[in-house]
């Protein structure tokens, strides 16, 4: 598990105790609990059980009767705020594809959290998100988890910036460098690419050692320090890859180095699905409602998830945001159960394990004791087309609230916009804000 960087700390929670009560709670580490009751204190979950649960005096009650109460879903792989929904080349910061490793590249210093994606975020459930960088060079970059709404700047909503490092194999890096005549322009050249950063972070982290074993000054290299994190264990190595050979390449490589292996994408994972669960290799998978724009989606299918769950993987669903909008992760899980996924394995997709796969499960992805107070309200069954969200909290805060009643029925929900959560009544005093 990953240790959440001390910029995490100052992550706006509220102060005080809210309890949601009378709905229908959806843990989804435990059974569900009809007429729950679930208590969030300084933003923490303190408290998830039945009506005898004790709610503190003094605490915001929200009445959740008639609502499915559901921890905030995990988007496990997206480009929320580096790619920029709407902006086109100048909201484009995903791909620096300047170095073909670029492992001291991070996604952190290109994320714009005004960006609409992260208000999509809120619509769809999605409280937490890992934004990655890459996926054109074979080594992208550090990737770091968002809470999707609330900070003032980007490292106030930071869960962690210890997640993982991304990298790409297949037709992305091949198409771009070959494109320029240089390496690497095959599968060949993307792999020796992956085994000479590894070696040389290897040889790094040999005389790093020797240097404060000696007492000796030692030169930085930001990108040999990011592998040799992986190397160590202290990052994941998230793994863009569709094709089943282009994984096995994944598996190979990770096992010549003895780092921690995340597939991303999978869309063919189906094919190999005994080998990665004999390995005990996550997939996240997806986005699913795309094209097969290339050849290596040639197999995509929305089933190929059941498949590869089948076999024992653990799994998780991303959208690739904004190649498929961000809030439109639950539709993806509802089509993956119509094709054959459990309805229990679609939820934990969405919830538990993609926090586990990214070590985030300290903090998000279950409603438990202990764990951070991103709360959501549906109108029902989230894995039913019809439900909607009803209201988001963050950290115990209300990010998404009830809209306005017109007619006798509730418009769309409406987002808390940021300077409302900071006592202020808009970004411009021009528009009477108090000066003082």
């Not at 962690?160 to 297949?170: E, F, Q, R």
């Not at 994972?269 to 050849?295: N, Q, W, Y």
């Not at 509730?410 to 005093?429: H, I, K």
């Amino acid at each position: 598990m990953t240790t959440p960087s001390p910029a995490s700390s100052v992550s706006p929670r509220s102060s005080g105790t809210v309890a949601f009560v009378g709905g229908h709670v959806v843990p989804v580490s435990a059974p569900p609990i009809p007429g729950g009751t679930v208590v969030v204190t300084d933003g923490v979950i303190t408290a998830v059980g039945g009506s005898d649960v004790v709610v503190p005096e003094g605490a915001r009650r929200v009445d959740a009767t008639g609502s499915w109460v559901l921890p905030g879903f995990v988007e496990a792989h997206g480009h929320l705020g580096v790619h920029e929904d709407g902006e086109g080349w100048s909201g484009n910061d995903t791909n620096e594809m300047t170095d073909a490793n670029g492992a001291r590249f991070r996604a952190l210093d290109g994320i714009d959290i005004e960006e609409l994606g992260f208000r999509d975020a809120l619509r769809g459930g999605v409280t937490t998100a890992v934004v990655k960088p890459g996926s054109g060079n074979p080594i992208g970059g550090r990737t770091v988890a968002l809470k999707t709404w609330g900070g003032r700047t980007v490292d106030e909503q930071i869960v962690s910036d210890a997640v993982s490092v991304k990298s790409a194999l297949g037709e992305n890096p091949k198409r771009v460098y070959g494109d320029r005549k240089q390496t690497p322009a095959t599968r060949l050249g993307v792999a020796a690419v992956l085994r000479e950063a590894f070696v040389a972070a290897d040889n790094y982290r040999t005389k790093r050692a020797a240097a404060a074993e000696e007492g000796k000054p030692f030169d930085r290299n930001l990108t040999h320090e990011t592998l040799a994190a992986v190397l160590d264990g202290e990052l994941a190595w998230d793994q863009h890859c569709h094709r089943h050979d282009d994984i096995a390449t994944a598996i190979r490589l990770s096992e010549e180095f003895g780092y921690r292996l995340v597939v991303n994408h999978g869309t063919e994972a189906h094919k190999i699905a005994d080998v990665l669960a004999e390995k005990e290799i996550p997939v996240i998978f997806g986005p699913m409602l795309t094209s097969r724009s290339k050849v290596e989606l040639r197999d995509r299918a929305i089933r190929n998830l059941a498949l590869v769950a089948a076999a024992g993987v653990r799994v998780a669903i991303t959208t690739d945001h904004p190649v498929v909008p961000i809030e439109q992760l639950v539709l993806q899980a509802q089509l993956a159960v119509r094709d054959g996924l459990p309805a229990a394995t679609a939820l934990e997709a969405l919830t538990t394990n993609p926090a586990a796969i990214l070590g985030l499960d300290d903090r998000v992805g279950a409603l438990e004791a202990g764990r951070d107070g991103d709360v959501v309200l549906w109108s029902g069954d989230p894995l039913e087309l019809a439900s909607r969200v009803r209201q988001v909290f963050i950290g115990g805060r209300e990010v998404l609230r009830p809209g306005a009643v017109g007619d006798g029925d509730p418009a769309a929900p409406e987002v808390v916009e940021r300077w409302e959560r900071f006592e202020r009544t808009s970004w411009s005093p021009q528009r009477g804000e108090d000066r003082s």
